[in-house]
């Protein structure tokens, strides 16, 4: 089916208000890049939620890795999107750029690399992601075990998906009517891990794929479940979804991690939203074994992040949007990620407010 026939079709579909959210950040750019929204009836209001991994990692957990690339003898690798985040008082750009040794990488693996060849100094992996790039974590703590690598350790802020929607479809004032689930954690967690959505708050939920055209399926499907009064769990995207999901990643996870509460920005701490790890591998906690402690931090002033990332409001409804915060001075996550809903609101979209 084109997208116009697509847009037709929910035109004709949908003869009330409905609020549905994307919980993941390759949606969110992809309905902003593509002008998804405005191919959708008016009655139905698409909004972002905590989809972005590195935006939902908390201010505590930004200045904790700062505090960690200002100690000598420390390797800090992370994920690019994490450098220009800002902490209370710096960020891991500025303290490279301070000449602190931090170290882009692009896997775990990469990470556990350098630490192979800086044996005289710890390295510290900074972990982020959801379930999509926790089992890479988990088999590079494994392979760290296996090979005695003991100036490796990750500092692990990777967050789990399920849990931070049972606190969105629980807010009253959200009143979500369905999810469009993320595709990419759906590969490894599958379908039933969202079953209670439906089952227990009557919530509509379809995972979708990332072009235009599976998003707008998504939304149709969620139409559909509304207008017959059958909210479910739908996959629309079979080709990399598999009903129970990846499961030597989950068995890999579960071998590794354990449930442990998580603190995400915007959402505050959601009980077993995260992961600690097992034992043996608690040898490779860089809190434990660096005497790092992770607390509770205020946000900077005026920056309403938590506030898009948990379906609140718009980007352009936060005070700092397109003024103080802008991509070359980020104020807050949002506006720093690639996933994020600030940048990618900033660049396809401007400052008019949708």
């Known amino acids: ?22 919980v993941c950040g390759t949606h969110t750019v992809s309905i902003f890049r593509n002008g998804v929204r405005s191919l959708l009836p008016t009655e139905i209001s698409l909004i972002s939620g905590p989809g972005c991994p590195v935006c939902v990692t908390s201010q505590g957990e930004i200045n904790a890795a700062v505090e960690l690339a200002r100690r ?32 882009v990488v692009t896997s775990a693996a990469e990470a556990l690399h350098i630490a192979g060849e800086n044996p005289d100094r710890e390295t510290v992996f900074l972990a982020v992601g959801f379930e999509t790039t926790s089992p890479a974590t988990a088999a590079v703590v494994r392979e760290a075990a296996e090979k005695g690598t003991s100036n490796f350790s990750v500092l692990c802020l990777h967050k789990v998906v399920p849990p931070a929607l049972q606190l969105l479809a629980s807010d009253k004032e959200l009143q979500i009517d369905g999810f469009l689930l993320p595709g990419h954690v759906s590969t490894i967690i599958g379908e039933a891990p969202y079953r209670f959505l439906s089952e227990e708050y009557g919530i509509a939920c379809a995972i979708a794929g990332f072009e235009a055209e599976d998003i707008l399926f998504g939304v149709l499907e969620l139409v559909r479940q509304i207008r017959t009064d ?3 769990v739908r996959s629309l995207y079979r080709r990399a979804v598999r009903p129970d ?59 309403r992040c938590g506030d898009v990332l948990s379906g609140l409001i718009l980007p352009p409804e936060c005070p700092l949007f397109g003024t103080a915060c802008t991509p070359v001075n980020p104020v807050g996550p949002c506006m720093v990620s690639s996933e994020g809903s600030c940048a990618a609101h900033y660049k396809y979209q401007g400052s008019e407010i949708l």
């Open 1 to 22: 089916m084109h997208i116009s026939n697509a847009a037709a079709l929910l035109a004709r579909s949908v003869d009330r208000p409905m609020r549905f959210m994307e």
């Open 72 to 103: 000598p003898g420390t390797i800090v690798a992370t994920y690019g999107d994490m450098l220009r985040v800002p902490g209370g008082s710096s960020s891991l750009a500025a303290e490279r750029a301070a000449g602190r040794d931090v170290r």
């Open 230 to 232: 059958k909210p479910a």
């Open 245 to 303: 999901g990846n499961t030597r990643a989950l068995k890999l996870l579960d071998q590794v991690f354990t449930a442990s509460d998580a603190s995400w920005r915007g959402l505050g701490v959601i009980p077993a939203s995260g992961y600690a790890l097992r034992e043996p591998f608690r040898i490779f906690d860089a809190p434990g074994k660096l005497g790092l402690t992770v607390t509770e931090a205020p946000v900077p002033d005026g920056c």
